[in-house]
């Protein structure tokens, strides 16, 4: 069984540590990180600027996806919907456009965790680190013979944090191509992320100056107070353990809020 391998420096202090009500707070600070971060800008990852209406749009194809997948429907009119290959681009077969490759749980968490955690599960032990930033091929060979949900774009219509949201929104549902239920497991566990990591990323942030765009290792904090926000059993996603099943109770009434939290 994946035992994380904790950093040199150890266990976070529980000061540091991500909580429940510290993501409420997060996510409801207006033009904070987490609400610049909520934009449709394609894959450098800049930051949401304040007069910019974010990822529900102001009408159009995002207002459809999020339409589609909250009535069950699959969206295939806008081109946006769960019915995808969510790893388009990949070297392959399982990156073509028809390909639907991926199958089982949905798996979340920083990327060199997310790359060890498959390689156990294919029986090979390895540490997170000899996962490097952005190898992305590197991921998808790890974590699709292991039977796991990933999303990993590489191809156009490209990356944007909310071509993340959607898979979120899809996998919460139980929408995602071979998804059985909308069960979620986690490489690292929610419990264990750290804020210093969060203002001050590892990762190299890819508009080049962290104070104008993010990390990729923050998008896991955003996919954590997501579910935070939107499941009503909010409370067990801070007891789960690595590997260990979350399944959301979506709370349709707590998603239209956040529609008002993020304008």
Known sequence: MYVLRERASGVPKAEVLLTSARCDGLLRQKYGKLWKMFSPQSDTQAYRQPAHPGCFGEGGAQDAFWTAALT?????????????????GSAGLPGTEDARFLHGPALLGLDGDIYAFCEDQRGSEVPSTEFKWAEDQKLVDACVPAGRNIIRVMDAPWWAMCTNIEWQACLMQGMLPGQVTNEAQFARAPKWLDLDEFWAPLDPCRAGDCNLGFATSDVYYWEVCYFNHVCSNRNDLFQVDVGQTFTCQFDVNAYRELQSILA
């Open 72 to 88: 069950g429907g699959n969206g295939r009119g806008t081109g946006r919907g769960c019915d995808t290959n969510w790893i388009r």
